[in-house]
């Protein structure tokens, strides 16, 4: 028998999310955020966890031990996720943490609580080339017995380009919180350039929190970040949850976390269909995304 649970998909106006989160969705939407807090937002498989330890590294001046204090989504709770029956709430865990929060949402601009804009709330948007994140989201989903069961890649795809995956539309996502930047205290990044030159995205990253590290320091937070060495951090890899929500004999969290491993999922059909798509989607908006670096 599946240990997989057959949540129903539905919809907050117009986006797809699992009925839990719909559920208890006005929880989510009467949040008050205080001005202090951070929040931390991107589309589902875009580097969350990666800059979420960057920045709890940059807060706590680089040190290591302060940031192994409890896994990342009890430091960083996750404002939206909620069990089924209501328990281990993202909101419940904000309400007993007193601001300033760092705050990790994957819910798209127009779905943030009200009270982030009123109050001025600064935040950080991570995006991510949506081949590589499409790749990381059929993984994931192998792996999480909490979404449903992700089926044939082809399909997987077609889904995701249409929307229709949890979260919604990854062009309508990365679109909308771009379109906002200036007016809003916006800092976007991208997976890619945190790949290319990381001591530059973790500086630009202080300078947005109003915080001055030295050289060493910010060395010491990019080494403290790469890849290899959160994978083998308990406090940042996810190993802290139960195999009954993580099936690890699928897939890993800490999958590969390069830019370009979409070249050894993508037919060059399903490539040819997905640029074309691409160009249409993003031609009212264009932003430098990069499929390789
Ligand atoms: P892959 O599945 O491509 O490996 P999120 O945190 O938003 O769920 O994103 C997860 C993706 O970010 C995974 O991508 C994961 O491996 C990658 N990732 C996490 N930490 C990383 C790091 N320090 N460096 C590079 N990639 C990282």
């Known amino acids: 028998m599946s240990r ?19 559920k208890y969705w006005t929880r989510v939407e009467q949040f008050q955020a205080s001005e202090e807090d951070l929040l931390i937002a991107t589309y589902p498989k875009s580097g969350t966890t990666w800059i979420q330890e960057v920045v ?31 328990s281990n709430a993202g909101i419940t865990k904000l309400e007993t943490m007193d601001p300033p929060r760092v705050i990790k949402t994957h819910l798209p601009i127009q779905l943030l609580p009200r009270s982030f804009e009123n109050a001025g709330c600064k935040v950080i948007y991570v995006a991510r080339n949506p081949k590589d994140s499409v790749v990381s989201f059929y993984h994931f989903d192998r792996m999480n017995l909490r979404q449903p069961e992700p089926g044939p890649w082809k399909q997987y795809l077609e889904r995701f380009m249409k929307g229709q ?25 991208f997976f890619e350039d945190m790949k290319e030159d990381p001591a530059r995205e973790v500086t630009r990253t202080a300078q947005f929190l109003g915080r001055q590290l030295s050289e060493s320091t910010i060395d010491h937070i990019v080494q403290m970040t790469t890849f290899s060495v959160m994978r083998e951090n308990p406090m940042a890899n996810y190993s802290t949850l139960p195999d009954t929500i993580f099936d690890r004999t699928a897939s890993q969290f800490m999958r590969k976390g390069e830019v370009g491993d979409w070249k050894n999922h993508f037919s060059a059909e399903e490539n040819a269909a997905f640029d074309e798509h691409y160009q249409k989607k993003m031609e009212d908006c264009p932003l430098p995304i990069r499929f390789t670096i």
Not at 4 to 22: A, H, K, L, N
Not at 167 to 180: A, N, P, Q
Request: overall charge positive.
């Open 165 to 189: 995956l949890v979260w919604g539309s990854w062009f309508d996502h990365v679109k909308g919180y771009w379109r906002e930047r200036h007016k809003r205290k916006i800092h976007y990044m």
């Open 4 to 22: 997989r649970t057959s949540e129903t998909i539905r919809q907050i106006q117009g986006v797809p999310f699992p009925e839990r989160i719909v």
């Open 56 to 86: 709890d590294l940059i807060l706590n001046d680089g040190d290591v031990d302060k940031c192994k204090r409890a896994p990342t989504q009890v430091r960083m709770p996750f404002l939206e996720m909620t069990a089924a029956d209501g």
